[in-house]
């Protein structure tokens, strides 16, 4: 149950917020997106294909195409475990594992270039929820007002940070005042 009162915005099996879930009756995403893998990143499947191969090539043939098959198996499936959903949807912003309320945000900061590239590295907070992705390069930094979370903000990557941030503050105005904090404040962090 989230701050609102609302049971439908409970974790549901596995972990997973209910509220992204599709049900009847509850609005579409303002904002989805699945940070997968650059083209740049599924080249180096290739490329590890071949290294595995000329290192397995002197014990033997099946050796070599088993290790192939095996490395290729592993990057592919580790790719695609790393492609996050970035979300906004009834009245939560969802990134990757974790969700939080909109009312228990502030004003969204799209980041690109520079601004992104010293935000995740010298202007980084240690306490801050991260989700990163090394071939996406612009982000979103948007700050937690929950008194009671320590969390100061959440670096958020994402190819579009201006419709992200945009997003947010639509679902903000919708949702209305923000809560009170305290417990039960409805995260739903799995870090």
Known sequence: MDATGD???????GGRDASTAPAAGRTAATHDEKLWPSVGMWLLVPLLAVGVSVSLLPVGLLVTAVGVLVAVAVAVTGLLLAAAPVQVTGGRFVAGPASIPVTFLGRPEPL??????HARGPGLD???YLLLRGWVQP?????????????PYWLV????PDDLARAIEAARGAAGPT???GAGSGHDTAR
């Not at 049971?7 to 099996?13: D, L, N, V």
């Not at 990557?157 to 579009?160: G, K, Q, Y």
Request: hydrophobic share 30%; charged share 30%; aromatic share 0%.
């Open 7 to 13: 049971p439908s915005s409970a974790p549901g099996p």
């Open 112 to 117: 690109h270039g520079e601004e992104a590239r």
């Open 126 to 128: 240690a306490r801050a």
């Open 139 to 151: 982000m979103l930094r948007v700050p937690v007002l929950d008194p009671d979370d320590p969390t």
């Open 157 to 160: 990557a994402t190819r579009r």
């Open 179 to 181: 809560p009170e904090g």
